[in-house]
């Protein structure tokens, strides 16, 4: 099964950007996609964005279009999530997941990362 790291979350205040970062390792056989949610305090999980490794096709929940930008390399086995004009309510705990596809991704990821904190003040 494939191992994922998340990195880059942090404490920024409203309007600010941050970078998070997803390391894959370990046995990624069918592994196509990779994708970012969020779960803030007392909310469920939600999808944020995701990406095909072969295509580089991308997609994005209306919440943060235009603001989150979801990028790869494919030679490090590595997702980035570039976030710009960040508001107090994108504070959630940020995970990558992993699947077969964009659409699986979004809908029943195989494999979670551990999650890393972004906090926005205002």
């Known amino acids: 099964q494939v191992q994922l790291v998340e990195s880059g979350g942090g404490l920024v205040q409203a309007g600010g950007s941050l970078k998070l970062s997803c390391a894959a390792s370990?046995?990624?056989?069918?592994?196509?996609?990779r994708g970012w949610f969020r779960q803030a305090p007392g909310k469920e999980r939600e999808f944020v964005a995701a990406?095909?490794?072969?295509?580089?096709?991308?997609r994005y929940a209306d919440s943060v279009k235009g603001r989150f930008t979801i990028s790869k390399d494919n030679a490090k086995n590595t997702v980035y999530l570039q976030m710009n004009s960040l508001k107090p309510e994108d504070t959630a705990v940020y995970y990558c997941?992993?699947?077969?596809?964009?659409?699986?991704?979004?809908?029943?990821?195989?494999?979670w990362g551990q999650g890393t904190q972004v906090t926005v003040s205002s």
């Open positions: 370990g046995r990624s056989v069918g592994i196509y996609a």
């Open positions: 997941a992993a699947g077969t596809t964009t659409v699986s991704v979004t809908t029943a990821p195989s494999s």
């Open positions: 990406i095909s490794f072969n295509s580089g096709t991308t």
